[in-house]
């Protein structure tokens, strides 16, 4: 399976965007990037995917380089519920192997 | 729709005991997962199940036992607990595998804390 790194914690502030990064070099050609997040003990909650192109939904974007080495999640407008840990997480098959992922510190 | 509830929310075992946790998802997903997670890190996967009847082992299966006798409910069973599986447990459900170019959405409870003495 693919690993992936990523800052243990960011801080950002309430209404700014939050830009997560993920590093993913040994990604193959048909493994996808998906990201979750999982606020206070929460059960994780699913967010957005991708495989080359860049993404984008209501919750928030996903850009993946031309390499597929790294990508970065985009909260475009921060508020204080979305401080949380946030999983980038590279799939093949049907195993997410989590990591301990960005704990996403929204301040005001 | 309940979406995917875990019984009990909290339990506390002595080394050495037994118990069952319930999974049930009203969505009718396909697969089926059971994952801990232990402070400070990510969850690993325990086990996980493709369909009714079939069940497979995950990342970290020692310890645990699993069935899938109805489509709906995935149980998770510790023989005998002990101290090292304290941890909070997590069920998922998600309709496909995410394998090629399929959409792997795994909807989660809101897990299970256990506590072995």
């Known amino acids: 399976d693919a690993k992936t790194t990523q800052p243990t914690s960011m801080d950002c502030a309430e209404g700014r965007a939050a830009n997560l990064p993920c590093n993913h070099s040994?990604?193959?050609?048909?493994?996808?990037v998906y990201w979750y997040r999982q606020i206070h003990s929460q059960g994780p909650q699913y967010i957005i995917h991708?495989?080359?192109n860049n993404e984008t939904n209501e919750m928030a974007s996903l850009i993946i380089t031309e390499d597929r080495k790294s990508s970065t999640l985009i909260l475009p407008h921060a508020t204080l519920r979305d401080t949380a840990v946030y999983y980038c997480i590279v799939l093949y098959g049907n195993k997410l192997v989590f990591g301990a992922g960005t704990i996403l510190r929204v301040k005001s | 729709n309940a979406g995917v509830t875990q019984t009990p929310k909290f339990r506390v075992l002595k080394t050495g005991q037994s118990m069952t946790l319930l999974c049930a998802q009203d969505?009718?997903?396909?697969?089926m997962y059971w994952y801990r997670q232990d402070p400070g890190m990510g969850l690993r996967l325990i086990h996980y199940?493709?369909?009714?009847?079939?069940?497979a082992k995950g990342e970290v299966p020692d310890g645990y036992n699993v069935s899938r006798l109805k489509k709906q409910n995935f149980l998770l069973g510790l023989e005998s607990a002990a101290p090292s599986q304290t941890s909070v447990y997590f069920c998922a459900s998600s309709l496909t595998s995410g394998g090629g170019s399929s959409y792997n959405e795994q909807f989660f409870g809101p897990g299970t804390r256990l506590t072995v003495l």
């Open positions: 969505m009718n997903h396909e697969y």
């Open positions: 199940s493709v369909g009714e009847g079939t069940t």
């Open positions: 040994t990604i193959s050609g048909n493994e996808y």
């Open positions: 991708g495989l080359k």
